[in-house]
């Protein structure tokens, strides 16, 4: 059970690193900005 819990753990966490890098690199500029 602990292996096939993980298997959609470690994808989320992909998943959401992708997402909310880009995120991350556009908001650092938009602040700095203002």
Request: charged share 5%; no cysteine; proline share 9%.
């Amino acid at each position: 059970t602990s292996s096939v819990l993980m298997l959609p753990l470690n994808w989320l966490s992909t998943f959401l690193g992708v997402m909310f890098l880009p995120m991350l690199y556009w908001a650092m500029p938009s602040r700095w900005s203002l």
